[in-house]
């Protein structure tokens, strides 16, 4: 039987190649639910994605990241909780119980497996989205889809973050982010552009969270294409919405990602 972290490493192995474009050296990681025992598998910090190997991922209390990440969004950012996130990093520890450090960016995933309905969480920095999440309009340039599968795939409305800091202000910005998103649609974002830094998509399997990451590269390369043809010509709302959700595009969704669940 294959193990999670194999599973997963499987995923980065992917993500990390690089003809894929998604990351370099130790840029990106990925993250995977293990609901049953209140846990979560993340990337080990300094791992590179494409030579990822079981014993690169680490094991996190998920209760005890959710707990420092609602303090801070209840009170805001304090030493006491940078200190609390930085000791549950580095108590993480690997499949055979090797102690490494656990990601930076841990707390992103901790928001997709509390708040956003998903198992699986892979965040990676690839240059088309950069380039659009680096530039002045990038929130005008992410207000809206641009072909009907990135409405269908990636969900008919991108959530565009601005830039925070790696750590607990990243995760706390994310959080209130992704909340603020569900409460105005009244669903989750499938595809999250973080400024000046990258790209986050989920599912409750690898090949949807990969899926989703591959459709927003696309999307990306689109965007740039329309921008220097004279600008982005956005699908109308109301139609992206609707394609999204038709019954057909729901079925065919979980087709084109693998995902049977
Ligand atoms: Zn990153």
Redesign the pocket.
């Given at each position: 039987m294959t193990t999670l972290a194999e599973e997963i490493s499987d995923l980065a192995v992917r993500a990390g190649a690089p003809e894929a474009d998604l990351t370099i050296l130790a840029?990106?990681?990925a993250a995977v639910l293990d609901a049953a025992n209140d846990r979560f598998l993340v990337k080990a910090s300094g791992v590179v994605m494409g030579e990822a190997t079981a014993e690169d991922w680490v094991w996190v209390s998920l209760s005890k990241s959710v707990e420092i990440l609602e303090s801070a969004h209840k009170s805001g950012r304090t030493p006491a909780l940078d200190s609390a996130l930085d000791a549950i990093l580095k108590s993480a520890v690997t499949p055979s119980g090797v102690t490494k450090k656990a990601s930076i960016?841990t707390l992103?995933h901790v928001v997709a497996f509390h708040l956003l309905e998903s198992s699986w969480s892979l965040?990676?920095?690839p240059t088309p989205v950069v380039a659009l999440a680096a530039s002045k309009d990038a929130a005008a340039h992410y207000s809206g889809t641009v072909f009907p599968d990135e409405s269908v795939i990636c969900g008919p409305i991108p959530l565009y973050l601005p830039y925070d800091e790696?750590g607990l202000s990243?995760g706390l910005g994310f959080y209130s982010g992704a909340l603020k998103y569900r409460e105005q649609y009244g669903m989750s974002p499938r595809q999250i552009i973080?400024g000046n830094?990258?790209l986050c998509t989920f599912g409750n399997g690898k090949e949807e969270a990969l899926a989703t990451t591959q459709i927003a590269v696309k999307a990306a390369r689109v965007r740039l294409g329309a921008l220097t043809a004279g600008g982005i010509n956005f699908i109308p709302n109301s139609a992206a919405q609707t394609i999204a959700f038709r019954p057909d595009e729901v079925a065919r969704r979980k087709l084109l990602t693998g995902d049977s669940k």
């Amino acid at each position: 039987m294959t193990t999670l972290a194999e599973e997963i490493s499987d995923l980065a192995v992917r993500a990390g190649a690089p003809e894929a474009d998604l990351t370099i050296l130790a840029e990106g990681n990925a993250a995977v639910l293990d609901a049953a025992n209140d846990r979560f598998l993340v990337k080990a910090s300094g791992v590179v994605m494409g030579e990822a190997t079981a014993e690169d991922w680490v094991w996190v209390s998920l209760s005890k990241s959710v707990e420092i990440l609602e303090s801070a969004h209840k009170s805001g950012r304090t030493p006491a909780l940078d200190s609390a996130l930085d000791a549950i990093l580095k108590s993480a520890v690997t499949p055979s119980g090797v102690t490494k450090k656990a990601s930076i960016e841990t707390l992103v995933h901790v928001v997709a497996f509390h708040l956003l309905e998903s198992s699986w969480s892979l965040h990676t920095h690839p240059t088309p989205v950069v380039a659009l999440a680096a530039s002045k309009d990038a929130a005008a340039h992410y207000s809206g889809t641009v072909f009907p599968d990135e409405s269908v795939i990636c969900g008919p409305i991108p959530l565009y973050l601005p830039y925070d800091e790696p750590g607990l202000s990243l995760g706390l910005g994310f959080y209130s982010g992704a909340l603020k998103y569900r409460e105005q649609y009244g669903m989750s974002p499938r595809q999250i552009i973080l400024g000046n830094h990258g790209l986050c998509t989920f599912g409750n399997g690898k090949e949807e969270a990969l899926a989703t990451t591959q459709i927003a590269v696309k999307a990306a390369r689109v965007r740039l294409g329309a921008l220097t043809a004279g600008g982005i010509n956005f699908i109308p709302n109301s139609a992206a919405q609707t394609i999204a959700f038709r019954p057909d595009e729901v079925a065919r969704r979980k087709l084109l990602t693998g995902d049977s669940k």
